[in-house]
């Protein structure tokens, strides 16, 4: 962890950002991806909060805006766009409601994780 | 994604306008790359229509899930897309399916298109129900039903034949169910025609029938029964119906027609035969009971309630003097001979006739 963070020099902030937001976006695809992230949610939770003390919250949020919509546009879209091409309607639209099942718990057991972490 | 950046949302999301509260920002992006895909989008909004013909029972190579419905509509929901991209499909399917249902069913017996029609409506109102769909949606439903049921189909509903086969066989289910759904549109007086038509045919079959003219004061009063049974039963005491019925029966009972029986005139028959009835009343005949009835408690009051029947049957009488011309006459006869039953009775039958009716 890199002290004194308010004082650092630019381009220590650069690359702290940089870090933080690598673990994030790791930590990111192995929620999609349905797995648990390897780095402790402490730690990305410590990281976010520096980076926003920093004044650079507005970057992270647009980063992490991009990555999901990545993820619902590419990867979830195009995986249900081939299974439509198998089916009926019907089938279509159940792939797509077990999609959004999906999707949707993914943001639920997050906010989950967040209550147990600060004791509410 | 949500906890990770709980002091985002806190300290800087909340207060900017352009980046979305990250809650919704997953809810948005569904909605804009998977649910608003140019391939995938009809495909599931039909694929929610085709659900609802299946569990219509009007699509047989699809199997009805009740459980996907319900999830699809609460995504429908959720994405915000109900009204805007499902509601309008729907309704639009839901016409065709009810217009094709309509026309076979209509050209089936009445009696049959009314009940199947009552219970179509209400197994689309419950499955408004089951599967939450809007208010909206119910109410166009419901508009549409009534076009395409109703509207679309009154020559079938009118049909006087087949209105008066069903008055004729006292079908007072089938009626009712067909007042019902004229009602809906508040259109249940239309059956007045039939009705009126109906009670002129049948009663002037009564009152011409010349081989049992001795019967022809029951059969009226029968008649007249079972005539305000159906009012009661079948059309809800419809004021208008009402009026239907009195003003009919009134034509009949003062229809003329030559016989042999009126000696060459053509004088209603009726005021004759209910004098000649209310003199059997008053010659004990109000005692006489039909095999297996009880004895009566209440001798008074039985006489005045026969005396009643009769009398509500009089005043559809117009010719009140060929009446009292026969009344006066059998009246005479009866004190004279000693055939009357009941003082009280005879004094309580003047009245009657002294007040007007």
Redesign the interface.
Known sequence: MVKNLRTGSRLNQESYFDKVWSQ?DA??SA?FDGRKPDIS?EE??KG??NV?RQGR??I???K??KR??EH??QK??DN??TR?AGG???????A??E???T??S??VC??????T??GN | ????????DQ???LH?RE??V??E??LI??R????S?R??KP??L???C??FAADRGAETS?MA?SS?LR??IE?LH?LDVYTSDFEPLFIEQSHGFVSSWAQREASGYLASYVENSHRLVEREVERCGLFSLNRSTKQKLSELLDQTLITDQEAVLLNQTDIIGLMRSRNKVALKLLYGLLERLNTGIKLKTAFSNYIIQDGSDIVFDQGKEGDMVIRLLQFKQELDDMLAASFDRNEELGHTLREAFGHFMNLGRKTASTWGTDNPKTGEMIAKYVDMLLKGGWKMRKPGEEPLADEDAEIDRQLDRVLDLFRFVHGKPVFEAFYKNDLARRLLMGRSSSDDAEKSMLARLRTGL
């Not at chain 1, 009926?88 to 159940?94: A, H, M, P, Q």
């Not at chain 1, 997050?110 to 209550?115: I, N, S, V």
């Not at chain 2, 994604?1 to 985002?8: E, K, N, S, T, V």
């Open positions: 994030l930590a990111l929620i949610l990305l939770y976010a909060e926003c919250a507005a992270l949020a647009q992490l805006q999901c919509k619902v546009a979830l879209r249900l766009t439509a009926n309607d019907v089938d279509t639209l159940r797509v409601v999609a959004w099942s999707w949707h993914r943001l997050l906010k989950h994780l967040h209550r972490l600060s | 994604m949500r906890w990770i950046f709980y002091y985002l300290s800087f999301l900017s980046l979305p990250i809650r920002m997953g992006q569904f804009s790359y998977v649910f895909d391939s995938l495909k599931i039909q694929g929610v085709d659900l699809i899930d996907l999830s699809a995504l959720n």
